[in-house]
């Protein structure tokens, strides 16, 4: 073999192992939609005898995909019944960027009460 072919082949073989490796970029799972919900506030209100809490929620993006459409379900616990809510998004979430939503639970006694800290994430998933 002629020392020019010799390089040329042992070039190529350098490019393509160096092609491989940026290739492997951990698991196709690493790419899927993930992200975190977090509870940031809540108000109780009034209106017409009926009373509401809104709760706002941080959605997150962690991963290294665009988040197309997120659900949270979450239970709000009152001083006297608990409340199971699910809020579904189709707000689009880029990769480290978040967004804030709204949730509304309606009580179904005017004289009901909650904590923050009786609201909690109890289950998510993103897509």
Partial sequence: MRPTTHAFF???????????????????????????????????????????CLVTLKIENTGLSKIAKSTVSLPVLTDKKTYLKTLVSNMAILPGKAVYETAAVAYAEAAETTAIAKITIAGEFYE
């Fill in 10 to 52: 042992s070039i190529m073989i350098t490019a393509f192992v160096a092609l491989g490796a940026s290739c492997n970029q951990g698991s196709p799972s690493d790419w899927y939609p993930s992200g975190q919900a977090t509870v940031v506030s809540h108000y109780e209100a009034t209106e017409g005898g009926a009373r509401t």
